[in-house]
């Protein structure tokens, strides 16, 4: 360092000093940090005087903890660690002058409302006449919000982010777009979680640039909204372990702004739950389940037979009379196997022309023939 000192400018300072914190193992990172921070922060002083010519401004407090925000950065791009693990106090970031009551990070598992609320958000910055950038990882998500492209189309990212850690944005200053990114006062980014780390981390260097801040995103207000718990990216020939290296969780980004204590406001029920829906399209079920012209005017679809069999449950137990069960008999055609497959293995496998093990039937409930049991009376699709 020392040598360097004499010289390298404070920013190459900087990366050669988060490289040794992060890949050497300095046993006293902290006094080699107060031997050279004034060399690592001179940049940021001269700048401060130039903005101030008549104040008397010295090296202080500020100035280095500007610095170590930037030295952080470095080393979670690095290693994805915080300095506190090397010993460093946590440095303080302009985040947290806002109250608990203002962090607040939504999680919001799919079907409760999540893009009904981006698009309660658009609206509010359209009626404040300001404007707001709508993106999605994918194109049936972006069809589902007012304005909305998908992300490689509105950041001109490029095709190989998995090869590249340094890559940017083909967004530049003085175009119409990099003006647009600049001004705007919201950038939505719909289904986040299905894009590669890089495709934030390239966005982010972006918008630094054309925003002229060093802050996370250029200090623009970003919503990043997805569910872990959904679709992830894909790692063409990956394993497991790539998916996760390649996840938005991993980045540096997320890690340092989602790493402070946000207060989690968790939307744990369906903005239409089963008994609503149900009602609603099958109104006092009970009285008018042997109607069938009224059966025939009402349908409820869903994209999975499970969800269509726990539909048709809950309707059933609504109707009168008692419930009578019929268990299929399952065996294996050859006697050899038959000990490598027991019973309980074989009931709960279910295939798409046949029914469950267990049939649950009520008198006067609806049903649905999937054989030619007596034609032409009893056949395949007879209700």
């Not at 401004?57 to 915080?82: P, Q, R, V």
């Not at 069809?143 to 950041?155: D, N, W």
């Not at 009285?287 to 999975?304: E, G, M």
């Not at 046949?354 to 999937?370: D, E, S, T, V």
């Amino acid at each position: 360092m020392e040598e360097a000192a004499v010289s390298q400018s404070p920013a190459q300072l900087r990366n050669l000093f988060a490289t040794l914190v992060a890949v050497c193992g300095l046993n006293k990172p902290i006094t080699l940090w107060e031997n050279h921070k004034e060399d690592m922060t001179e940049n940021f002083l001269h700048q401060a005087r130039r903005n101030n010519p008549t104040e008397n401004i010295e090296y202080c407090d500020a100035l280095f903890k500007n610095t170590l925000l930037i030295l952080e950065n470095e080393i979670l791009s690095i290693t994805g660690h915080k300095l506190a693990l090397y010993g460093w106090p946590e440095p303080v970031h302009d985040q947290p002058e806002l109250t608990n009551q203002q962090q607040a990070l939504l999680d919001a598992p799919g079907g409760t409302g999540k893009t009904f609320l981006l698009n309660l958000l658009l609206v509010f910055v359209g009626k404040e006449k300001d404007m707001a950038v709508v993106v999605a990882s994918s194109g049936i998500a972006a069809t589902l919000l007012a304005g909305g492209r998908t992300v490689h189309s509105a950041f001109k990212l490029p095709l190989d982010l998995a090869r590249s850690d340094s890559a940017t944005c083909n967004i530049s200053k003085g175009t119409v777009q990099g003006h647009v990114f600049k001004t705007c006062k919201l950038i939505v980014w719909d289904e986040a979680t299905m894009s590669h780390r890089n495709a934030f981390q390239a966005f982010d260097k972006t918008l630094q640039d054309l925003r002229g801040s060093s802050a996370i995103m250029g200090g623009a207000t970003v919503v990043l909204a997805g569910g872990f718990r959904q679709t992830l990216l894909i790692i063409t020939h990956g394993t497991p372990a790539d998916q996760f290296n390649a996840c938005l969780k991993n980045s540096y980004i997320w890690l340092q702004t989602c790493g402070h204590s946000f207060r989690v406001i968790c939307l744990q029920d369906n903005l239409q739950t089963s008994c609503s829906r149900l009602e609603m399209v099958y109104p006092n079920i009970q009285q008018n389940f042997k109607d069938q012209d009224w059966l025939s005017h009402r349908a409820i679809l869903a994209c999975r037979n499970d969800v269509v069999e726990k539909l048709n449950a809950t309707i059933q137990k609504q109707l009168p009379g008692q419930e009578y069960a019929y268990k299929s008999i399952d065996c294996i055609l050859n006697d050899d196997e038959a000990e490598q497959y027991p019973i309980e293995f074989l009931n709960p496998i279910q295939t798409l022309d046949l029914q469950a093990h267990n049939l649950i039937l009520k008198f006067g409930a609806p049903k649905m023939l999937i054989r030619n049991i007596d034609a032409p009376r009893l056949c395949n699709g007879t209700n």
